[in-house]
Each structure stands twice: as C-alpha cells, then as structure tokens.
C-alpha cells in the first residue's frame, strides 16, 4: 500500500510524492519434517498389508488424490486411519468385504 501526498518544491510548485513501505521479506516457510515419524498430508507412508505384501501411499489433499499413481486423500478411510499414526503402529480400515488390516512399516516426508 502507497500513500501519496503533496509538497512544494524549492520554487513552490506543487509535487506529488508517492510514499511505499519498504519491501518486506519473504516469509520464511519451514517445513515441518516429520522428525517424530507421525502421518500427515505430504507422508511417503510404507504399509505392510494382511498378505504380508508391503504398499507405498502418499498422503494428499483431495483434490490431488489418484489412486493409479498411489495417492490417497486424507478423507479416504485409509487415509483418516493413518493419520496420526506412527511406524510400528497398526490400522484397520473398515472395507465393503470386511476389514483390511495394515502396519506402517515407515513414514517418509
């Protein structure tokens, strides 16, 4: 925002001065690296599944979510189960055939 205001010159003509505040920094984003390994939006999650198979999701907002390209929404029921979550800890998520039981083996940002 510019704030303008007159002044007269030397010879008393009028001048229009036009003020700016200074230029402000970037702000700095810092990123919350999951040091403590718990899941949110963002999270290279390793799942081992009930077949003993390991999986790999990456936990996104909705509107990036693409189940071909393993991406799952953190509204999809695996991924409100693995929210807040850490290795180690296990999750069952509620399927039309019956309840799928994973591990999470390892949480990547």
């Known amino acids: 925002m510019s704030k303008a205001f007159t002044k007269e010159d030397d010879a008393g003509e009028q001048l229009t001065v036009e003020r700016r505040p200074p230029p402000r920094e970037p702000a700095k ?3 919350q690296v ?3 390994g718990v899941v949110r939006a963002g ?3 390793t799942l081992l599944d009930e077949n003993s198979a390991q999986v790999e999701y990456q936990i996104v907002e909705p509107e990036a979510a693409d189940a071909t390209a ?3 929404s953190v509204e999809s029921p695996l991924g409100r189960a ?3 979550k850490r290795a180690g800890d296990q ?3 509620e399927r039309p055939r019956g309840p799928a039981e994973y ?3 390892s949480v990547r940002y």
């Open 29 to 31: 984003v810092t990123a």
């Open 82 to 84: 693995l929210l807040g």
């Open 43 to 45: 999270a290279l999650v």
């Open 70 to 72: 393993r991406r799952i």
């Open 34 to 36: 999951a040091a403590s």
């Open 103 to 105: 591990e999470i083996v």
């Open 91 to 93: 999750v069952v998520v």
